[in-house]
């Protein structure tokens, strides 16, 4: 497999499985695809927002074009590790990523202090003008899990993730503070998502229906998102013992 790819155009399809699907599923993909150069690594992700949640709020009513933007890192970083900044646009139903590297604290200077990297590529031109364009982006949510990262062996275009141990929280939202937070799913359960950029292989829609997986409609953030919603309005609503 090549290193980095920094900018992604494909169909993203997301599903949820539960333990027995899972393991039924690993051994049926065993032949045709194989775990790519980060294998199973632990993923970390600050989401970034407006301060009223304009992003995550306008993705969840399900528009025609949606845009999310996060730090990311595989594993937990130091400050010298590289880490990405991901801008990421749903249109149609298709995916386009722009991915930049740099340094975790070039990184964090210029999304927490403002302060620009020396270097300039056209994907941070792209994210300074979505910066600009929201005005007032900050940290919103930590959002981490263990994936599985496969890509197939007939067709390296073929991806396919399976994510478990998903973990959210609003709060110590810097990646060097390391995973750890609310689970998002029922223990043993697993977000998977199969990523291309054409049409599904028949051989692996075949595996899906003779296991009934099935497509769902599942965005970490926004999840954690409603999650988050409903505790600060049980917090609001409770009853007063004084």
Not at 153 to 159: A, G, I, Y
């Amino acid at each position: 497999m090549s290193g980095y790819q920094m900018t992604f155009e494909r169909t993203e399809m997301k599903y949820l499985i539960d333990p027995v699907q899972y393991l039924k599923l690993k051994e049926r993909l065993m032949g045709k695809m194989e775990t790519d150069q980060y294998g199973n690594s632990t993923i970390c992700n600050v989401y970034f927002d407006t301060p009223d949640a304009r992003l995550i709020r306008n993705s969840l009513e399900k528009p025609v074009y949606k845009e999310k933007f996060r730090l990311r890192s595989y594993g937990l970083p130091g400050e010298t590790s590289s880490v990405f900044l991901e801008l990421k646009k749903k249109y149609q139903g298709i995916v386009y990523k722009r991915r930049e590297t740099l340094n975790l604290a070039d990184a964090e200077a210029y999304l927490y202090r403002g302060i620009k990297p020396e270097r300039q590529t056209q994907v941070l031109r792209e994210i300074d003008w979505f910066m600009q364009y929201y005005e007032d982006i900050i940290p919103a949510m930590y959002i981490s899990y263990e994936r599985t990262a496969l890509y197939g062996l007939e067709d390296e275009n073929l991806r396919l993730t399976l994510d478990g141990n998903i973990l959210w929280r609003s709060d110590c939202l810097k990646l060097e503070n390391g995973p750890w937070g609310t689970p998002l799913l029922e223990d043993g359960w697993h977000l998977m998502e199969i990523k291309i950029p054409g049409s599904m292989p028949l051989w692996l829609g075949h595996i899906l229906d003779e296991l009934k997986i099935y497509p769902a409609s599942f965005s970490k953030y926004g999840q954690a998102y409603e999650k988050q919603q409903i505790i600060k309005s049980e917090k609001k609503g409770g009853i007063s013992c004084a």
